[in-house]
């Protein structure tokens, strides 16, 4: 079949930028990316990934770990699977 159909979008310049390197490192180019996740939606006929609003203490979780603070660390793996209870 030949891939005559046109996808334009508007986004942030510094998203597109910071996407295309990681889809670089992956060997894609943004059409590959594109053509794989509209392949996913179609098997899974919807979004082939869970889209949920964090809660606040998830929200502060990601935000201490974004600035290095509030971060709790372990000597071993020993120690955080105690502290995981595991």
């Given at each position: 079949?030949?891939?005559?159909?046109?996808?334009?979008?508007?986004?942030?310049?510094?998203?597109?930028?910071?996407?295309?390197?990681?889809?670089?490192?992956?060997?894609?180019?943004?059409?590959?990316?594109?053509?794989?996740?509209?392949?996913?939606?179609?098997?899974?006929?919807?979004l082939?990934?869970?889209?949920?609003?964090?809660?606040?203490?998830?929200?502060?979780?990601?935000?201490?770990?974004?600035?290095?603070?509030?971060?709790?660390?372990?000597?071993?793996?020993?120690?955080?699977?105690?502290?995981?209870e595991?």
């Open positions: 079949m030949a891939k005559e159909a046109v996808v334009s979008a508007r986004v942030d310049p510094e998203l597109k930028m910071d996407v295309e390197q990681v889809f670089r490192a992956l060997g894609l180019t943004t059409t590959q990316a594109i053509t794989l996740f509209f392949k996913q939606v179609e098997f899974w006929r919807g082939p990934f869970e889209v949920k609003i964090p809660n606040q203490d998830t929200v502060q979780a990601l935000e201490d770990a974004r600035a290095r603070q509030n971060l709790v660390t372990f000597n071993s793996l020993d120690d955080l699977l105690s502290d995981l595991l």
